[in-house]
């Protein structure tokens, strides 16, 4: 959908690998779904991406240790009927907190972060107001 203006404003997100897209993260377990970014909504100053894994039975790890120079926010939910369903490794800063499902994190900008899959099923999701929807220019 458009407006009167011709910018779109839905979008369908695209399944893509992180592994050769965006920089520091590994091979994946999941899909990916990416809603926003520097390919479909330059404009929109947005990235957003949904990862859903299934059946976690060991420690999963998608991405070094990182930091962006905006902020972001992760969201984690399991399957479940109140969201529960995953368990959930988090470092933000010096911190690290082992958390279950459902849970939001804010990160600070430059602040290092991570997360790690330890169990279970759900979805996490990464909000990140990057200009031009562009991940790799806002991480380091």
């Given at each position: 959908?458009?407006?009167?203006?011709?910018?779109?404003?839905?979008?369908?997100?695209?399944i893509?690998?992180a592994?050769?897209?965006?920089?520091?993260?590994?091979?994946?377990?999941?899909?990916?779904?990416?809603f926003?970014?520097?390919?479909?909504?330059p404009?929109?100053?947005?990235?957003?991406?949904?990862?859903?894994?299934?059946?976690?039975?060991?420690?999963?790890?998608?991405?070094?240790l990182?930091?962006?120079?905006v902020n972001?926010?992760?969201?984690?939910?399991?399957?479940?009927?109140?969201?529960?369903?995953?368990e959930?490794g988090?470092?933000?800063?010096?911190?690290?907190?082992?958390?279950?499902?459902?849970?939001v994190?804010?990160?600070?900008?430059?602040?290092?972060?991570?997360?790690?899959?330890i169990?279970?099923?759900?979805t996490?999701?990464?909000?990140?107001?990057?200009?031009?929807?562009?991940?790799?220019?806002?991480?380091?």
């Amino acid at each position: 959908m458009v407006n009167s203006k011709g910018k779109k404003l839905i979008f369908k997100p695209e399944i893509r690998s992180a592994k050769d897209e965006v920089v520091k993260h590994y091979a994946e377990i999941g899909k990916r779904f990416v809603f926003l970014d520097k390919n479909n909504f330059p404009e929109g100053n947005v990235y957003m991406i949904e990862r859903v894994v299934r059946g976690i039975r060991k420690p999963y790890e998608p991405a070094k240790l990182r930091s962006h120079t905006v902020n972001a926010i992760m969201v984690f939910t399991g399957f479940g009927r109140k969201l529960e369903g995953m368990e959930v490794g988090i470092s933000l800063g010096t911190k690290k907190y082992r958390m279950e499902t459902p849970f939001v994190v804010f990160v600070p900008k430059n602040t290092k972060h991570s997360y790690k899959i330890i169990r279970g099923s759900g979805t996490y999701q990464k909000i990140l107001f990057a200009p031009g929807g562009d991940y790799n220019k806002v991480t380091k």
